[in-house]
């Protein structure tokens, strides 16, 4: 789906730029015969302030940290796509009756999802994309796709790619961007884990994403406010001390689990009683999404969970969740079918594996088809698809 374009039509961007709260991340993806390739990567840590849950504040300031990146790394290419995450995203799916014609369907899809809009629609940026046809009893239906974000969001990104020397082709949006990474590539070489049903949980900095695909089928994303900062927040509270001393301290002592025997030192203890109670929410919303999906699915099981974002580091995050979902848990890996060939040493990139999703799936959209048809699996965006963001996840029961 590409959304919000911007810039020529047509042309394609090979980085994939992703300005997080605490990282700005880049990826430049190269198409080959063999295989998908990562040529360069980068990432700096996001100007304090520049971001705040999810809200770029400050293009300028992104845009110095992205010059810093390319040039430091040697990235040539200037076309390049960036996304927004999902807290600052409206996304719906109607239904409208078959055989309307395309600007039937544009005007009759805003009708129908311009109540849920939180700006009035001159003040937003739009797009929509017929997902396909269904039957309800003994009519035909198409079902559409509409998404929007305010269009301060997408010019701030926008503005913060130009600050950088770089030329924004399209904004994307997170939750469909991490799909292509971790679930069309990253589990390319995985076609078991492909057909069960999975969900996806991005843990970044002000927000947790869960995402819950079943046999290659995109069904619900849900996104809640509750994200690396709010594990951070409390350590700093706790312990009187500034949030950055805070976040470095949760980096070198947070545990999500505390087991007799395990060798945990008395700080780390105290640390993990800090964190614990916002652990637990967070489990309670897993659990609440699956006990949605599982009745609206008649009684359809998660198989699996699958964790990224920095979040997800945590020590004994893993276990965690396995002993409080009770199903088996693993860590994406959107370079599990990407060959680094890059001239720094592998070493150096794997512990920024976890923080990559969204940059290398930004330039995992603007691959060749015949790339992507041999070297991925396509993941469909189901019709009766449902999004709620941390606004509207009270919906969830």
Not at 102 to 114: P, Q, W
Not at 123 to 132: A, F, H, K, N, P
Request: glycine share 10%; proline share 4%; with cysteine.
């Amino acid at each position: 789906m590409a959304l919000f374009g911007i810039g020529a039509s047509g042309a394609k961007a090979r980085i994939g730029v992703d300005i997080g709260t605490r990282y700005v991340k880049v990826a430049q993806l190269n198409p080959t015969s063999q295989g998908i390739q990562l040529q360069s990567y980068g990432i700096s840590a996001t100007p304090q302030g520049a971001v705040t849950d999810g809200i770029l504040n400050n293009p300028e300031a992104v845009g110095e940290a992205l010059q810093q990146i390319v040039k430091y790394f040697g990235i040539k290419e200037r076309k390049a796509v960036c996304a927004l995450p999902g807290r600052l995203v409206t996304i719906r799916t109607v239904n409208l009756p078959a055989g309307l014609s395309d600007r039937e369907v544009k005007v009759a899809t805003i009708g129908e999802v311009e109540r849920f809009l939180q700006f009035p629609l001159d003040e937003m940026e739009y797009d929509y994309q017929v997902l396909g046809t269904q039957e309800t009893g003994d009519r035909k239906q198409v079902s559409v796709l509409f998404v929007a974000s305010h269009k301060d969001s997408v010019q701030k990104r926008v503005e913060s790619l130009r600050h950088g020397g770089l030329d924004s082709v399209e904004v994307d949006v997170e939750p469909f961007v991490l799909m292509r990474s971790v679930v069309e590539a990253g589990l390319f070489n995985e076609q078991e884990t492909f057909q069960q049903t999975i969900m996806l949980m991005e843990m970044g900095a002000s927000s947790t994403g869960l995402s819950i695909i079943a046999g290659g089928s995109l069904r619900f994303t849900r996104i809640f406010a509750i994200g690396g900062d709010t594990f951070t927040h409390a350590i700093e509270s706790g312990f009187d001390m500034s949030f950055l001393d805070a976040e470095k301290l949760k980096k070198e002592k947070a545990v999500a689990v505390v087991d007799e025997g395990a060798g945990v030192d008395g700080e780390s203890r105290e640390i993990h009683e800090l964190i614990r109670s916002h652990l637990e929410n967070l489990a309670m919303e897993v659990r609440r999404s699956i006990a949605y999906y599982t009745s609206k699915y008649r009684g359809e099981a998660v198989n699996r969970i699958i964790l990224t974002g920095g979040g997800s580091l945590m020590k004994g995050i893993r276990k965690f969740f396995e002993d409080e979902i009770g199903i088996p848990v693993g860590y994406a890996n959107p370079l599990a079918n990407v060959v680094y060939v890059g001239d720094r040493e592998v070493e150096e990139l794997s512990p920024k594996v976890p923080y990559m999703g969204v940059a290398v799936g930004l330039s995992l959209r603007q691959m060749p088809p015949r790339v992507l048809g041999r070297f991925t699996m396509p993941v469909a965006v189901e019709l009766g698809y449902e999004f709620g963001s941390a606004a509207h996840s009270a919906g969830v029961s």
